[in-house]
């Protein structure tokens, strides 16, 4: 049985860390895993369960880390090392230049327009010197992909998409009715998560529409800011902040619509999962958001920079039963075509596989 060294720089709340748990349930019949991770709730006691767990820094590089990663990849005789995200990436590089391992990455979301110049040359040029170092980066999207090889840190050749997959319910049938609608948003309060426009949004419906009320899940640095927007715009009563939450399954299926305004995304995990609960989607249009909201057809996608857009988009959703009824039946297709969990892990294990052949 292969042994993989997976690494991920978080194992708090996240889509990376659900992600990798989906990956690592599905194939743990298949492969050996080793699971280098933050101590970090609720996730590290949750990768024990599939493999041997090896305690890294939270989103920080550490010496210590890198050599008792190399001691774990020397002693079990790792074949495979993956990594999640940028952070982990830094590890996973750089045990494959110390120990010739053969290499996968997963993006997880590639964002750097927003730093300033020199940072991004500086970011872009790490990615350039590391893709040496790299046997296959797997992207999530195919945006993603492209963003990607617009930026010139990946080839053609050496990046594969997999597509995030999530969990598929039964199809529930919907019924919108003009009161009491709730909408729902999944994000972590932070600003790449775009919260501050997802207020403005509110603040433009409630100006038409009373009925509604908007619950965040989720928590993070901007929560406190947030918090005193939502009083500054005289909104709280139309928002509802909830923290983490171990029932949103529950909180999906009474939901009637999840509104999105990242400001980027790889593949939101939270998006398809409330399409696998045939909600119709209003999502900002970004990179991840693109490649599975279909507009007009599925949901809706908006300019981040036009809240009002937004705004007039669900006011459309919730006075048209009909195009409701319709953008629910087809949120739960896209999913249940595209985005199934055994689809995903078996395209990761083919690649698994093919570099175990090749090297």
Same mark, same amino acid.
């Given at each position: 049985? @292969? @042994?993989?060294? #997976? *690494? ?20 743990? +019949?298949?492969?050996? $895993? ?10 590290? !006691? ?10 890294? #820094? ?8 890198? $050599? ?78 492209? %963003? &990607? ?28 009715? @003009?009161?009491?609608?709730?909408? /729902?948003?999944? %994000? ?17 419906? +409630?100006? @038409?529409? #009373? ?21 500054? &715009? ?13 029932? /949103?399954? =529950?909180?999906?299926? #009474? ?38 909201? /279909? ?7 908006? =300019? ?6 937004? %705004? !007039?988009?669900?006011? !459309?959703?919730?006075?048209? =039963? ?5 953008? %629910? ?10 985005? +199934? ?9 083919? *690649? ?8």
């Amino acid at each position: 049985m @292969k @042994k993989i060294l #997976q *690494i991920t720089s978080r194992a708090d709340y996240g889509g990376g860390p659900e992600h990798l748990k989906h990956l690592i349930s599905g194939l743990s +019949s298949s492969f050996e $895993f080793f699971i280098a991770a933050p101590v970090d709730k609720p996730y590290f !006691e949750i990768f024990k369960k599939y493999g041997t767990c090896i305690e890294i #820094q939270h989103r920080k590089f550490s010496v210590w880390s890198l $050599f008792s990663l190399l001691k774990t990849v020397n002693k079990h005789s790792i074949d495979i090392i993956h990594s999640h995200g940028k952070g982990a990436g830094i590890y996973s590089r750089i045990l494959g230049l110390l120990t010739g391992k053969p290499v996968v990455h997963t993006f997880h979301g590639f964002h750097y327009t927003h730093l300033n110049p020199f940072y991004r040359w500086f970011y872009l040029g790490i990615e350039k010197l590391f893709a040496y170092a790299t046997d296959v980066f797997i992207s999530v999207s195919e945006s993603e992909k492209n %963003s &990607c090889l617009n930026a010139g840190i990946v080839s053609h050749d050496s990046i594969v998409v997999v597509l995030n997959g999530v969990q598929i319910p039964t199809f529930r049938k919907r019924a919108l009715t @003009k009161k009491d609608t709730t909408l /729902v948003n999944i %994000s972590r309060l932070s600003r790449e998560k775009g919260m501050d426009v997802l207020l403005d949004i509110v603040s433009s419906l +409630s100006q @038409k529409y #009373q009925d509604f009320i908007l619950l965040i899940i989720g928590d993070g640095p901007e929560r406190v800011n947030l918090e005193r927007k939502a009083r500054e &715009c005289g909104i709280v009563k139309y928002v509802s902040f909830l923290g983490f939450r171990h029932d /949103v399954s =529950n909180l999906l299926e #009474q939901a009637d619509i999840y509104i999105t305004a990242s400001r980027g995304e790889g593949m939101p995990l939270t998006v398809l999962e409330a399409m696998a609960a045939s909600l119709p989607i209003v999502a900002s249009s970004v990179v991840g958001n693109v490649d599975v909201v /279909v507009h007009g057809e599925n949901g809706f996608l908006f =300019n981040i920079n036009k809240p009002n857009e937004a %705004s !007039e988009y669900l006011w !459309e959703l919730i006075n048209d =039963n009909a195009l409701y009824d319709s953008m %629910s039946i087809n949120a739960y297709k896209t999913i249940a075509d595209k985005h +199934s969990l055994d689809k995903m892990c078996a395209e990761t294990a083919s *690649i698994y596989n093919k570099i175990s052949v090749s090297t």
